[in-house]
Structures are given as structure tokens and as C-alpha cells.
């Protein structure tokens, strides 16, 4: 129940992984085009069509870490310039900020974004406020560690319309619902898809808006006329490859079921944790909240101490220990059930009481 941090790949997926690897173990350089070809032919275009996009535009990485670094990195943009970021952005949101300050003397301007989130146009009003004639960029996540949707279709019309780059995390969105690129209007997009799209476990990727592609250097060629964005050198085909059939497996669901079934069953968990005293629900509305992911605060129950205490009894949920919260997180995906809500909450409700809260 901790799918937001890493999704269980399908058999199907698994099976696509060692059977590449036993090919590449039997007929190395065989194996290592057929995986090549595979990955360009296949899974390239599968994702650009998952994802509304070309697959000219898309990189793989191996999470959404790699990918955020490599555009923050690749941004054109020099010292004494301005990028606005979130207080609710994840530590691989931040970091790359952090390196090109220290670094180069880019401005990182924070805004804070209260927990649950405001309306979207108060949070459009606080870009708005922090907006200075050096801002050329801002980065955001889609979705918070918290669960939180951010308004991305307004927010990057916003950063557009004033000649402003737009940069997106979408770790935690990408196979919880729909995210179609081209209708998000972003410049950049970094997804990890071991998530919530259920591939191999160190896969992502990075993409670019081709009408953007003049605003981002690569930080591995020098070669203006050869943009690669990915990073040189043997990579993991297998696991790259399996990507395919994580897709193929999410399409035969259906990404619509994939979200109603996530969303009724944190509806569930809501309405369940509702009724009971001491329990804090700071998951927003439906229209500002993703379909999986649930936070709340269990009065005298440290969030910490609950995860270790949950996973002795093999139920694996996470902590919230930010934003001011001593909350707790249960990200259920479309293949958990209403009978391991109920015990994770039993078993939450039975250790209130039994520490106390940092």
C-alpha cells in the first residue's frame, strides 16, 4: 500500500525482463540489437502514443531523478536568472535547483503552497506574486508527495503566455491517471514509471517539447546538431525494454478503470478514516487530489514509528512527516482491496495510544 514510492510490476513484466536478460546471457550481440531495436521501434513509440507525444521528444532514464536533473541542468539560462519552485516539490525536484545555484548563481525563488492545497487560482496567484522580470523559468511537481494536484494545464499556460519555461515532476502522476503532454502545454516532463505504470524498477523518462528544444543543452554532447539528452554508454536493456510490456498491461485495464478503481477505493479509506475520533483527513478535493494516494493524521500516532510498526505485520504504507504534518500515507493502486484498507486502519487504530507523537 505504498505504491507511490514503487508499483509491483505484473508477471507479464517480470517475465519480459529475464527473458531479455537470458537472450543477452546466451547471444550477447544478437540479443543487445534485437533489445536496441525492440526499445526504438516499440516501446518508443508505445510511450509517445501513452503519453501524446512523438517519441522523437522522449528519453528514457532510469526515474524521474535523472530526468529532472538533466533538463534543470540543460536549461539555457544563466546567472542572476530566476527559477520559481514549490515548497511542496520532492528532494529530486529540488536538488538539480540547489546544483545550478551553487554552481552558477541561478536564483531559486521558493514560494510557499499550504497543505491541503488553496484553490487553484490562489496558487496561480502566488506564481504570479513571485514573478520578477528575471523569471525565466518555474518547476513543479504534477502531483505532491501528498497527493496533492497541482493545476499544470493553468500553471504552464501562465509560465507560456509570459515567455516563461514550464517544467513538470510528474513521478507521482504518470499511471494513476491520463497525462496527455501535448494538452499539458509544458516544456519539460520527468516521469519515473515504476510507480504507478508498474514497469521495471529503475525506468523513467525525460521529454522535451520539440518547440522548446532551443531553450535545453545537452549535458553530455557538445554537438549542436546532435541533440542527445540521454546519458552515453551500455545501458540496462532489458529493463528498458520491459517498458513495453508494462504498457501493454496498463492499456489492456484501461488507464480510465486504472483511476476509478484507485479513486473508489481512496474514497473508501476517506470514508472509513472519517469515522473514527482523532483521525485528521489533509487529502483535498476530488478535483485537487490524485485518485490513489491518501494522507491523514492519527492523533498520538507517530508516522514514523507506524510504518515500521505496519510493515512487522507485512502491510507497507509511508510517512508524511513534512508540510507541518505527523501524517501518514496509504497509496492503494487498482490491484489492492477493501479488506487490506480496513486492516491497515485496524491496525493503526490498535497502536494509537501505545507512543506518543513527535
Known sequence: MN???IGMPPA???QAVADGYRAQSEDPIHAKHQLQASIRDQVLPRLGQF???LPSELTLTRNASMALHIQAVGLDIRRGDEVIITSQEHPAGRAPWSYRSLREGISIKEIHIPSPLPPGEDILARFE????????AISFCQVTRGGHLYPVKELCTWARERGI???????QAVGQFSVDLKNLGCDAYAASLHKWTLAPCGTGFMYINQASADQFRSIFSADPDTIVYGAPGTADLPVRAGIGSALAFVESIGLDRVEARCRHLSDYLKDRLSNEDG???LSGTRHQSAPGSTIFEVASVDALVAVD????SNLHIDEHQRDGHNAI????HFYNTKTEIDNAVDHLLSIRGTMHST
Not at 519555461?165 to 513521478?171: N, P, R
Open 129 to 136: 506574486a513571485a514573478r520578477t522580470p528575471k523569471t525565466r
Open 165 to 171: 519555461i514550464s517544467l513538470v515532476d510528474g513521478a
Open 12 to 14: 507479464v513484466v517480470v
Open 51 to 53: 503519453f501524446g507525444t
Open 279 to 281: 483521525v485528521t483527513l
Open 309 to 312: 510498526r505496519l510493515a512487522q
Open 329 to 332: 500515507r496509504i497509496s492503494t
Open 3 to 5: 505504491n507511490a514510492s
